[in-house]
């Protein structure tokens, strides 16, 4: 290689050492640590970690609280990403029309993404306190007797979803205020010319022309869902019996309450593997489906 | 019978009027050219026909019907977009298919025009591609395809051909007419190049700032411009419009001694087009400033007194800039305009002097 070509390569390669530097410290050296670490026993006072093979997946299979965050999980999710993305479409398509107030509105929306999490949380604890919350107070009105909502093991994951959909809606209608300003508007007349009516040029064009990014608000929306912890933490504490653990709050609970570090490494792999086929699922399926520009 | 009649219709945007007091009429089976600068409600008029926007004033009138106050949907009319509007998800064949599907059309009904429509337009073999994989010229035909399967009786087109090279253009603008004289389609047609407008149009109307400027079919719009704009506008090069000033014993080219009316008249513009005006023989003294060759001929662009006069002559011009040359044209051939309010003034034509060098030259008669 001639001296100048190698000035070239070296100055390319020093370019990229900082983000590489950081990209290998904080996220490939712990990825790989964790699904090491799963192989081994936590290590605890004068007992050092030893190699234990699929222990760790085993205890896992027979835990019943990780079965419980699974299914809270799976719940979770199911009811969150079809609200979420429903809500985000419908006020996008709103806030995208003719209306009065439109900046207004937008920025209203969009409020709830900008807030803190530890905050949110904390306005909705207030909301749902038994007795002179917001929602009791509002039941109230009408006659309905109060109630404990996150204390009360069928409500509790209820007011979570809640909660996360009133949060992330506004984020993702975003995203989907900035792809229906991508649709030209002579489509639409193409189609009122044509006679179709709103619903049709919305299932026929708009919906269609949107899915680049209903997907991508798809696969972050599923990856929100499995990485809530900030709201347990401060709403419900996982409880009441576990009524509210979900997967990465488990996680957390495992490795820095009970510290039981390889546990909680066993766990996380298995976490990473669900969203890796999840997301992977997800393209393999919707995106030969989908119109890109 | 007049298939569209637009009457007396305005459109205000705030305080902008962007169409003022327009009126006209398309004859059934015809083809209408909205013609006028960019910004001029072109565009404007031929929404508010389509009902895309409303009027602020007057009435339209489609098939006899009065069709102000009524959808798009329920004028019974198709139109092409500039920009194509094709829905990029969509294949070709869907895309000429969709009000079709919209109205219900039976599946059998469809096949059959849809077949009928890609043999009239040459897109058989593209049917199930997308819009993005098509040329251009490709997309401006699905475009038309999906105008013309609607088989409504009247079509409306806002420069379908902007886009395209101008080869393609000119191909596309005689496919264009050509299929709505084969379907008796009444069309108007809105651009702002006059020669896409004098090849197509039966009726012509030109507009300025909102307003009608004139209205006649392209040959009368060409022979006589009812204004110094009109005269113009149309013509490639456009009209030369010279200052006229009162001399001695006339009227003059302002600055020189063309004697271009026998008699003194104030506040006139001399219209002359650049095909009209010969080289050689005994015609007014002129300077030749600047000479462009175009191949088959060359436009030549002379002073005369104080004032420029184009010429166009046939071959390459062997006159080099500085030259001086003699200018001859015929009286007939001149046009009059008031230079206040650029009006025709055909009055004066009378005056027209035979001897424009104010020399006794004879000329062809
Ligand atoms: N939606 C609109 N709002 C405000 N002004 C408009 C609108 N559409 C057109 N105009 C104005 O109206 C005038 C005529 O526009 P248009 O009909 O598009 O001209 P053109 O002859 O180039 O097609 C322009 O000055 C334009 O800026
Ligand atoms: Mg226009």
Redesign the pocket.
């Known amino acids: 290689m001639s001296p100048a070509r190698l000035r070239t390569h070296l100055h390319g390669w020093l370019l990229l050492l900082p983000a590489a530097v950081l990209l290998a410290a904080f996220t490939y050296y712990p990825a790989i640590a964790t699904v090491l670490d799963s192989f081994f026993s936590t290590p605890r006072g004068a007992r050092p970690s030893i190699f234990v093979g699929l222990d760790n997946y085993q205890a896992m299979v027979q835990d019943p609280i990780f079965w419980r965050a699974l299914d809270n999980n799976i719940l979770y999710s199911m009811s969150t990403i079809p609200l979420t993305i429903a809500l985000a479409l419908l006020m996008a398509v709103w806030v995208n029309g003719k209306i009065a107030g439109r900046p207004f509105l937008r920025m209203a929306f969009f409020t709830p993404t900008v807030l803190p999490m530890i905050a949110v949380a904390n306005i909705w604890v207030f909301f749902y306190v038994p007795g002179y919350g917001l929602v009791d107070q509002v039941l109230g009105l009408f006659g309905l007797p109060a109630h404990n909502w996150l204390g009360n093991e069928h409500t509790a994951l209820a007011c979570l979803i809640v909660v996360a959909v009133w949060k992330d809606a506004g984020f993702f209608m975003i995203f989907y205020l900035a792809a229906l300003q991508q649709i030209p508007p002579q489509l639409r007349e193409a189609a009122a010319l044509e006679g179709a009516g709103r619903w049709y040029f919305f299932r026929r064009v708009t919906f269609p022309l949107l899915m680049p990014t209903t997907l991508f608000v798809l696969i972050n929306a599923v990856i929100n869902s499995f990485r809530l912890v900030d709201h347990i933490i401060v709403m419900t504490r996982g409880g009441p019996d576990n009524a509210t653990a979900l997967l990465l709050f488990y996680i957390y609970q495992v490795g820095f309450k009970f510290w039981d570090t390889a546990y909680a490494a066993t766990l996380t792999v298995v976490l990473l593997a669900l969203l890796a086929m999840l997301a992977l699922g997800q393209f393999l399926f919707l995106d030969r489906r989908i119109h890109y520009q | 019978m007049s298939q569209i009649s637009v009457r007396n219709v305005s459109k205000h ?1 705030g305080v ?1 009027a ?2 003022e007091a327009v009126t006209f009429e398309a004859a059934q089976a015809s083809l209408l050219v909205l013609l ?10 031929l929404r508010l026909i389509a009902g895309l926007e409303e009027v602020s004033d007057g009435r339209i009138f489609i098939g006899g019907e009065d069709v102000t106050d009524l959808p798009p949907a329920r004028r019974h009319i198709s139109m092409v977009f500039q920009s194509y509007a094709l829905f990029p998800h969509l294949s070709v064949a869907e895309n000429i298919l969709f009000g079709l599907k919209v109205r219900k059309t039976p599946k059998a009904d469809r096949s059959r025009r849809l077949e009928r429509v890609a043999s009239l337009l040459g897109l058989g073999a593209q049917l199930e591609r997308k819009p993005s994989q098509l040329s251009g010229g490709q997309q401006q035909r699905v475009a038309l395809g999906r105008a013309i399967i609607a088989e409504t009786p009247v079509c409306l087109m ?1 420069e379908p051909l902007s886009n395209l090279d101008a080869q393609l253009r000119a191909e596309m603008r005689h496919e264009i007419r050509t299929l709505q004289q084969k379907l008796g389609i009444t069309m108007v047609y ?1 651009t ?1 190049d006059q020669s896409e407008a004098m090849s197509m149009a039966d009726q012509v109307i030109l ?1 300025r700032e ?1 307003r009608v400027e004139q209205a006649a079919a392209p040959d009368h719009l060409y022979a006589r411009p009812a204004t110094a704009f009109a005269a113009r506008f149309i013509g490639t090069p456009p009209m030369n419009i010279l200052t006229l000033s009162p001399g001695d014993d006339g009227t003059v080219i302002a600055g020189s001694q063309a004697r271009i009316l026998s008699q003194p008249v104030e506040g006139l513009l001399l219209g002359l087009r650049p095909e009209d005006v010969t080289l050689g023989g005994e015609g007014i003294a002129a300077r030749v400033l600047n000479a462009e060759y175009l191949g088959a001929d060359t436009v030549l662009t002379c002073a005369v007194g104080s004032q420029a006069l184009t010429t166009r002559i046939s071959g390459k011009a062997t006159s080099a800039p500085d030259a001086a040359v003699r200018l001859a044209w015929r009286p007939e051939n001149l046009h009059f305009f008031d230079a206040a309010s650029g009006h025709r003034r055909d009055d004066v034509a009378a005056f027209a002097a035979t001897d424009p060098g104010g020399s006794t030259q004879k000329r062809l008669a």
């Open positions: 945007w902008m962007a169409v006028g600068p960019s910004g001029c409600g072109k565009s404007t008029t806002d809105v702002h507009m909102g």
